[in-house]
């Protein structure tokens, strides 16, 4: 099992930057790829980033694309996800995921452990 946990979500204003970071414990020697995905309020839980167990893949949901770096630190069992160039739209609780087994994906069904998740709200 891997427990995950967010932090680095908060306010802040359009064009702003935020790092969120997930913490993971547990079994970190599977070599799991690790997601982020987003819900706002009264939509459906979306793709944000993903990253392969040693960096050789990485993906980007298509409004994040250029303004979002994904990242990932094995020696320290902690994932990032870098956000730069904020807007309004982004404002959602964002989680991260850990998918263990089949092909890197981006969609939520195959991940198999979820982090409670951290807010990030930005301001017009």
């Known amino acids: 099992q891997i427990h995950l946990v967010e932090s680095g979500g908060g306010l802040v204003q359009a064009g702003g930057s935020l790092r969120l970071s997930c913490a993971a414990s547990g079994r970190t020697d599977s070599r799991y790829t690790m997601g982020w995905f987003r819900q706002a309020p009264g939509k459906e839980r979306a793709f944000v980033a993903l990253?392969?167990?040693?960096?050789?893949?990485?993906f980007y949901g298509d409004s994040v694309k250029g303004r979002f770096t994904i990242s990932r630190d094995n020696a320290k069992n902690t994932g990032y996800l870098q956000m730069n160039s904020l807007k309004p739209e982004d404002t959602a609780v964002y989680y991260c995921?850990?998918?263990?087994?089949?092909?890197?994906?981006?969609?939520?069904?195959?991940?198999?452990?979820w982090g409670q998740g951290t807010q990030v709200s930005v301001s017009s």
């Open positions: 995921a850990a998918q263990v087994r089949g092909a890197p994906a981006r969609d939520s069904g195959p991940y198999d452990y």
């Open positions: 990253i392969t167990w040693n960096g050789g893949a990485i």
